[in-house]
C-alpha cells in the first residue's frame, strides 16, 4: 500500500466487537471464517433481536387491538411501542403517520395504489431515476397502465450519479403528481440529494416519495428536514426480522388515501354489501400484521441507536473509500463503479474483473468464504446505461472491518489466477 493510500477513519465504533453480537457470523463456510459482504441484500440479525423475537414469542404473544385480557394488551402495547420508535428513528413527529408493512416494496405498492389509483389519471406523469430498484418501477408500470398516467425517468451519469438537470427538464414539461427515487442507490451506494430533490419536487407541485430501503439502516434519517411527502424502509436490512417495513406518509396525505388492502382491523363499519373505514395508519394495515417483526424491528432500532447512526455512517463510508482506493490499487483490470473515492458514498462497491462473469466471482469467493451479490441488483435499467449484465457487489455494514476486505482482495486475486488474468 502506497504512503498515500488512505486508511480508515479512527474507528468510532469498533467493528469486532460488534461482530461478536452477530451469532450467525460465527461459522465458517467452506472450511474458511464467513466474511458477510451482502449487506445491501439483507443484514445480519444481533442477539439482541434474536431475543426480542424469542422473547415475545415465549411470553407475549397474543392479537392485537383485539382482546380485553392481559396478553393482547401486552402484544397490543408492544406492537403500538414499536411503531413509535420507527417514529422516533426516522425523525416523524407523529406515532400515526407510520403505517407497518411487510417491506420497502410492500410501503412502494402502497403509495402506488392507494394515492395513484386516486390521483393519477391519463397525461400525469410519475418521475423516476434510471438507478431505481426494480420495487420503485414496477409498482409505477402497474398503476400507470391502470390509470393512463405516465413514467418518466431522471437520467443518470456515468459517475452514477442523477442528472438533475434531466429532472427538470421533465418538471418543466408539467403534469408531473409525483417524484420518486432512492435514497441511497443500492447497485452504486450514490446518496442522493433528496433534500434538493424534495424541492424541485415541490416547486412543481408534485409529491416526493423517498425510497429508503438502503438509508435507513445505515445514516441518521430525519423525514421532515429532508422535506419529503413518503419515505420506505425494510427491517431486514437494518438488522431487523424478514417480513417486517413501514412507510412514512404525511398525515394529511394519509389520512386523503383509500384502503390499499382489505380485511379485518382497517375497518370502522362494516355492512353486507359496502363498508367504512378505519383512520390511518390502521386503514392501510389489513388482517393480523407481523406483531413479532415490529417487536424485532424495535429491538434493531435501539441496537442500532445503541451504536449510533453517525457512528455508522462514518464507518462505512470510510470503509467505501479505502474499498475503492485499495482495489484500484491491486488489480489494474478492475472496473468500479459508482462516484469515486472523493464523494461520500455509501458501503456498496459494485465492481467488474477483467472479464471474469461476477457470477463466476461470486462463486470463487464464496469458496473462500466470502459472500457476495453478483446480478443486475434488480435494476436493469442502470445495468443498460452502462451496457452491462451484471455486476459483483461487495456491501458493508457495522461488522465489516480492514480484514474483511483484506480477505475480499485475497480471494479476488485468487480468481485472478484462476482465470489467468494478466
Ligand atoms: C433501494 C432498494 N429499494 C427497495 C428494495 C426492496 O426491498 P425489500 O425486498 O425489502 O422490499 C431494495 C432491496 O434490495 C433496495 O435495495
Redesign the pocket.
Known sequence: MSATTATAAPPRLDPKALKQRFPILDQEIHGKPLVYLDN??SSQKPDSVIEAVSHYYRHDHANVHRGAYELSIRATDLYEQARARVARFIGAGRADEVVFTR????AINLVAYAWGRANLGPGDVVVVTEME?H??LVPWHLIAGMTGARVEAVRMTDDGVLDLGSLDEILARGHVKLVTS?HVS?ALGTIHPIEEIARRAHAAGALYLV?G??AAPHEPVDVRAIGCDFYAL?G??MCGPTGI?ALWGRKELLEAMPPFNGGGEMIDQVWADRSTYAKPPARFEAGTPHIAGAVGLAAAIEFLESVGMEAIAQHEAAMARLALERLAEEFPAIRLFGPGPEVPRAGVISFTLADIHPHDLATILDHEGIAIRAGHH?CQPLMRHYNIAATARASFYLYNDEDDLAALTRALHRAEQIFSVA
Open positions: 445491501a441484500a417491506s420497502t416494496t410492500e430498484h420495487s420503485n432512492a443500492n425510497d430501503a438502503q425494510s431486514h436490512k417495513g434488480c
